[in-house]
């Protein structure tokens, strides 16, 4: 499955099918062994009707591919190595995983960079070679980059541009919002954690960026409303509340320019 003339076609419709999407979770992480199903039936309740399930190494990759059979048409799986595992032999191996099952996925994801864990120059430089590899893989596969940039926020912005990475999600963006525009001028998206909440960097954020950048997303199981308990893809909706709250505009209107937005980076999928 392409991106391509699904995205080109959507501009066309006036009815969409798709209202909530969380475009960054971990529903294969052991956090949701135990009661996945409880979990996607409050997502269904709250109204969500889509989930990218990104993953951090080889057997999250495999593990999102067995999700998404298991729940067609609401999980979508994404492979990636987080960018704290400074291992290319593990990059490679992931490479040809998501090579070899190329046409199933709906991102490349979660990669990026961090410059808080990883604070050596040695480190971080290993960090940009492999992620070099998943920009170059996602424009081979004509994929979206779901990415991952703590305390790297325009640094990562900055790499992928030069890179050549034009279809971008930039997941739970921390950095200062201004650094965020040479993003927004390049039409990257910005997804949006129900953390919100609680953090000043991310209100701001919020209020700074254009909506027509915005996407929802929940990072489950964590960046939930409350610290330390486990966050769940129902929390979307905290996170679209939030928004329209800080952006004092009307929840529906909100909703409908996220679900365009959604549309025009992941529409060819869930759509
Ligand atoms: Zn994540």
Redesign the pocket.
């Known amino acids: 499955m392409g991106r391509g003339s699904g995205m080109v076609a959507s501009g066309i419709l006036t009815h969409w099918p798709m209202t909530l999407i969380d475009t960054?979770a971990?529903l294969c992480a052991p956090e949701f062994a135990a009661d996945l199903e409880a979990v996607l039936a409050r997502s269904r309740s709250a109204g969500v009707s889509g989930i990218v399930t990104?993953g951090e190494n080889l057997a999250d990759a495999r593990r999102n591919l067995e999700l998404a059979e298991l729940h067609p048409g609401l999980i979508a799986p994404a492979g990636g190595l987080f960018p704290t595992v400074l291992d290319e032999s593990a990059a490679v191996s992931l490479e040809a995983h998501i090579r070899e099952h190329r046409g199933r996925w709906i991102a490349i994801g979660?990669v990026g960079l961090d410059y808080w864990k990883v604070q050596d120059e040695a480190g971080r430089e290993l960090q940009r070679d492999i992620l070099r590899r998943f920009v170059a893989l996602a424009v081979e596969l004509d994929l979206p980059l779901n990415v991952?940039s703590r305390s790297a926020g325009h640094h990562t912005i900055e790499f992928l541009l030069r890179e050549g990475a034009t279809v971008v999600q930039m997941?739970?963006f921390d950095g200062r919002a201004a650094r965020a525009e040479a993003g927004v001028e390049a039409g990257f998206f910005f997804s949006i954690p129900p953390s919100v909440v609680r953090s000043p960097q991310k209100q701001k954020l919020v209020k700074r960026l254009p909506l027509s950048c915005l996407l929802l997303e929940t990072?489950s199981p964590?960046l939930g409303p409350v610290p330390e308990a486990r966050n769940e893809p129902a929390n979307v909706v905290i996170a679209l509340e939030a928004i329209a709250e800080l952006k004092a505009v009307p929840r529906q209107e909100v909703e409908e320019a996220i679900a365009e937005n959604t549309r025009r980076l992941y529409g060819w999928w869930f759509g």
């Open positions: 960054h971990h990104v979660e991952h997941h739970a990072d964590v």
